[in-house]
């Protein structure tokens, strides 16, 4: 089992830029993906990001490419998504999750991940 804390939201005007962090504890977090979620006032929970659990492989929703870096850090049990050119539009509670590498199904499946950290907020003024 891990467990995840998100940190580093906050407020930033339109076109700038944030670095979220995802702290694991727990037991192998080299072995889980993790994905980063985001959830906007009144709007369905959305996937923003997956790394698997080498790093090697990433995946990123169409809105957020070429914006949006997702990394980790194995050694220092950290996931991070580095967001750049923030829209207004980016504004939302953002969710780091985490699941284990035999875990099967799509990357941006909700449901296909067990672990979820408490959220951090990002809002973008414009």
């Known amino acids: 089992q891990v467990q995840l804390a998100e940190s580093g939201g906050g407020l930033v005007q339109d076109g700038g830029s944030l670095r979220l962090s995802c702290a694991a504890s727990g037991r192998a977090f080299s072995s889980y993906t993790v994905g980063w979620f985001r959830q906007a006032p009144g709007k369905e929970r959305e996937f923003v990001a997956a790394i698997r659990w080498g790093g090697a492989n990433t995946y990123y929703a169409d809105f957020v490419k070429g914006r949006f870096t997702i990394s980790r850090d194995n050694a220092k049990n950290t996931a991070d998504l580095q967001m750049n050119t923030l829209k207004p539009e980016d504004t939302a509670v953002y969710y780091c999750?985490?699941?284990?590498?035999?875990?099967?199904?799509?990357?941006?499946?909700?449901?296909?991940?067990?672990?979820w950290g408490q959220g951090t907020q990002v809002t973008v003024s414009s």
């Open positions: 999750a985490a699941r284990s590498l035999v875990t099967s199904g799509s990357y941006s499946s909700i449901g296909n991940y067990p672990y």
